[in-house]
């Protein structure tokens, strides 16, 4: 699986080499205008760093649904599915070279961060620690209130959602390949508007979920649960079709 | 090795395979022959696990087609399928990555033979120079089933030449080789048996030697006698 | 080579061999090629280059050392008999064509004698 996923990345390779020199260069403008004591401007470029970075995951999110979109419906899907692998581990592996690039984003744009701001402090204040630092920053860019709990409980949940996210285009993709290439071809318009419509019912059902009264605990997981449950069933549902009735 | 019952496939308007049941045996070379259209790429495509049938049966080596079928079938489509970003050293990497059988250095020498560069990028390949890719590619693997389809088009006689003796080098009792080709006449020397398709049905299944032998007629002339 | 079609490939090939072994081009003992060889070369199927290595050790033409290799026969008299055996074949044919035609046997004689001290000129 490990080969899948290295082949997996190296598709995807150009885009991520493009965000990563975009974010380096945002670096270098930042260390400039913070050694020119443009103290906005330091703040606008942390901004725009941190819109890159969103900008790449949602990016990264459409650039791997539309490469399983040609690897069901073009010649290219020969590569995949003439090689020994079922369509579970195929699935799987995408879904780990999106997660994989993900990672390598966040940590890219974390490590970039850290580095502003270290720079930024050093220049502007004395000794400080670099946490008070980073959340004096925050809260000052974005004036909002910052706890780690909610921070990571914050992360959980956007991951969550784009995992989602792709596992429903997939899913989508691969439905409208299979079972509907015989009785009418989906506009665009209409694949659009179907994945708007899925995605959204899924999320009235996490609300409903959420509304069931649980015992009182710190962590309440069913919200999680019923995510996992419907990216499996997702998952599970695109392999069975691509075993069964997908042919390129 | 190779069996096949009542097979079908349609599409949303058209069948491309109507009814094809046959059975391939292990160590024979097999020429698969009909006109254009007649089923023979996608019977080839169903045996290979690239379409799934609408009706009927396929095993192999008494197994439903599916991972371990594809450890040991080998195809060859008539459409290039590489990834744009590849050099034909990439193409042999990736074959070598993710198939047991496939030897490098004879992909190597059938490159060098086939006077091809390694580093050239594969949509910088001419249609010959990457159905010569394609074939290296493929017969660097040493497979129990072989599906070449139409691996004689748009090359020229000598690369021809050099195609068959490559073929020939891979045969072998332990393997069976299906070749759908038009050039009937190329292969008509060394094929053990032939598959006549038409309509998506397959009309006849002869052995080469056979009729030569009983009837004093070659493949080409029974091609002529069924599709006239 | 080029093959006719209403004959087995394999008794084309045998009786190209025979020829070989005949005009001296396989003398006696030598290295046949491998059976893949034999594919390549004269276009077949690696089955049949097989079976008629094995047809003609049945007829004694030729013999397998193990490891080593298939050779032709060392036997002069199987030389002399298959010599003989396509002569008849050749003469076979040519009586019936000339019957065919109408030339009775002087005539053939003479027509051949006249053909020979021809060619010695």
Not at chain 2, 1 to 25: G, Q
Not at chain 2, 177 to 196: N, P, Q
Request: net charge neutral.
């Amino acid at each position: 699986m490990l080969k899948l996923i290295k082949y997996e990345l190296r598709k995807q390779m150009l885009s991520k080499v493009i965000m990563a020199v975009v974010m380096v260069l945002l670096t270098a403008l930042f260390m400039f205008v913070t050694y020119k004591n443009d103290h906005r401007a330091a703040y606008a470029t942390l901004a725009v760093l941190f819109l890159t970075m969103v900008i790449a995951i949602t990016y990264s999110a459409i650039e791997i649904a539309t490469y399983f979109g040609k690897d069901i419906t073009t010649k290219q899907g020969y590569m995949l599915f003439m090689i020994p692998y079922g369509s579970k581990t195929i699935l799987a592996a995408k879904m780990l070279s999106a997660i994989v690039q993900v990672l390598i984003t966040t940590i890219l744009f974390g490590f970039l961060l850290a580095l502003c701001v270290s720079v930024y402090l050093w220049k502007n204040y004395n000794a400080k620690t670099f946490f008070e630092g980073l959340i004096m920053l925050l809260e000052y860019v974005f004036e909002i209130d910052i706890q780690l709990g909610t921070v990571i409980n914050t992360i959980i949940i956007i991951l969550m959602f784009w995992v989602l996210a792709v596992t429903l285009s997939m899913f989508l993709d691969t439905v409208s390949t299979t079972l509907f290439v015989n009785r009418y071809k989906w506009s665009t318009i209409v694949c659009v508007a179907v994945y708007f419509l899925l995605f959204y019912l899924i999320i009235q059902g996490l609300y409903m979920v959420e509304s069931i009264p649980i015992p009182e605990s710190i962590f309440n997981p069913i919200g999680y649960i019923y995510m996992i449950i419907i990216d499996f069933a997702l998952f599970f549902g695109t392999a069975w079709l691509m075993d069964k009735k997908l042919s390129i | 090795m190779l069996e096949c019952k009542n097979l079908r496939k349609t599409y949303f308007r058209k069948t491309a395979v109507d009814n094809i049941s046959l059975e391939l045996e292990e160590g024979k070379i097999y020429a698969l022959l009909g006109p254009n259209g007649s089923g023979k790429t996608t019977f080839m495509k169903m045996v290979a696990g690239l379409v799934k049938p609408t009706q009927g049966t396929i095993s192999y080596k008494n197994q439903q087609i599916g991972v371990n079928s594809k450890k040991e079938v080998a195809y060859m489509s008539t459409e290039p399928y590489f990834y744009n970003y590849m050099t034909v050293e990439d193409v042999g990497k990736y074959y070598a990555d993710f198939f047991e059988d496939f030897d490098m250095s004879a992909y190597r020498e059938l490159v060098d033979e086939m006077e091809l560069d390694m580093q050239t990028r594969v949509n910088k390949l001419s249609t010959g120079m990457m159905a010569k890719v394609k074939l290296a590619a493929t017969l660097a693997r040493k497979a129990k089933l072989y599906l070449l389809d139409e691996p004689l088009n748009g090359i020229d006689l000598l690369t021809r030449e050099k195609i068959v003796t490559a073929i020939l080098k891979a045969a072998g009792e332990d393997c069976t080789i299906v070749i759908s080709s038009h050039l009937v006449e190329e292969l008509e020397s060394f094929i053990d048996g032939a598959i006549f398709i038409k309509n998506g049905c397959n009309v006849m299944v002869g052995d080469a030697e056979e009729m030569r032998e009983i009837q004093g007629k070659s493949i080409v002339d029974m091609y002529k006698e069924i599709y006239a | 080579m080029e093959y006719e079609n209403n004959i087995p490939i394999y008794l084309q090939v045998m009786n190209r061999i025979k020829k070989d072994m005949i005009q001296g081009k396989l003398p006696m003992g030598a290295k046949l090629p491998s059976t893949r060889d034999m594919a390549v070369q004269y276009h077949i199927n690696p089955n049949t280059a097989g079976r008629i290595y094995k047809e003609m050790e049945q007829q004694n033409m030729c013999y397998t050392k193990r490891g080593l290799g298939t050779f032709v026969t060392e036997d002069a008299t199987v030389f002399a008999a298959m010599k003989e055996a396509m002569a008849e074949e050749v003469l076979e044919t040519f009586i019936k064509e000339m019957k065919d035609l109408g030339y009775s046997k002087d005539e053939v004689m003479s027509v051949i004698e006249k053909r020979y001290e021809r060619e010695t000129d």
